[in-house]
């Protein structure tokens, strides 16, 4: 391996794709993480991975603050580089690791917002289903809510994913990992309505294998159903900032309220990890104290 800041990160970049199947989004964070460290080190001087020592590395990080990096961007970033910093190693193209000598900095993670129930089923009902369109986002949003599913997924939700006689729809979440997500009937419903009245009049005579489709047979962007979203939120009155993802953590949140087990919410999301669905009992905790001293004789 040529010893340069670019060959190396090169290799390291092709590593990464082709041996881990890193999501395109994290691919293109890890190189956007790693030019900057290049373009930070050759100011001083430094001409591969190899001669980049932990004060560079401590200088790199405290520039990065000082411009405002998140704790938790940097806590990516860091990540980034220690990954490298491995590969290198395993490849005999540098000989020390300097990501060895710093820790990652602890992130404060903030609680997700989410909409109370009421909210979502006023927001639920704002689609004209009268309309092709709206049957189609009627049906989005009731199977987004219904699933707990991210805005990828729903819009990659190809006809044959969905079993309606069952009401479980399959989904292929990050690292393209499959799940079997109950639907719920209200969302089975909807789909089953759009999927009757609605979808073909959207294709006319066109074909297409997705399930949510545009009148010119292709389907929505993660944009173009945000704009959706926010439109139908602007005429429910919901003056919370509205995403799509607020739909998810309102279905994690619900769940939970209503006495669904953590393992089980934990299988419904998609999460590798529990530690990012007990989050969610943060949000539940918080309440219940909010409850508590509003109510309590003697809070």
Request: aromatic share 6%.
């Amino acid at each position: 391996m040529d010893k340069s800041f670019e060959s190396q990160m090169d290799a390291f970049m092709n590593h990464i794709e082709v041996e881990r199947n890193l999501s395109r989004n994290t691919l293109d964070s890890y190189g956007r993480d790693l030019i900057k460290l290049m373009n930070f080190c050759k100011k001083s001087g430094r001409e591969h991975f190899g001669d980049v020592s932990p004060l560079d590395l401590i200088g790199f990080l405290k520039q990065l603050h000082d411009k405002g990096l998140s704790t938790r961007s940097q806590a990516r970033l860091l990540s980034a580089l220690k990954s490298c910093y491995r590969f290198l190693l395993e490849e005999r193209a540098c000989t020390v690791d300097p990501t060895r000598e710093i820790d990652t900095p602890k992130s404060h993670r903030n609680l997700p917002e989410f909409l109370s129930m009421d909210e979502v089923t006023t927001l639920l009902s704002q689609p004209k289903i009268e309309t092709p369109r709206g049957m189609r986002d009627k049906a989005m949003l009731e199977l987004m809510y219904a699933a707990g599913l991210r805005v990828s997924e729903l819009i990659a939700l190809n006809l044959e994913d969905l079993d309606r006689k069952m009401g479980v729809v399959r989904v292929f979440g990050k690292r393209r990992k499959q799940r079997l997500v109950p639907m719920g009937q209200m969302a089975v419903d909807a789909v089953e309505r759009y999927i009757r009245d609605g979808r073909q009049a959207l294709l006319k005579n066109q074909r297409a294998s997705l399930l949510f489709v545009t009148s010119r047979g292709g389907g929505l962007t993660r944009q173009a159903f945000w704009k959706n979203i926010r439109r139908y939120a602007d005429v429910a009155g919901i003056t919370k900032p509205i995403s799509p993802h607020k739909l998810r953590h309102s279905f994690a949140t619900h769940l939970l309220e209503r006495g669904a087990d953590l393992r089980s919410v934990q299988a419904m999301l998609g999460h590798v990890d529990i530690s990012t669905t007990e989050i969610y009992t943060h949000i539940n905790s918080v309440r219940l104290k909010q409850v508590y001293d509003r109510f309590h004789p003697r809070a």
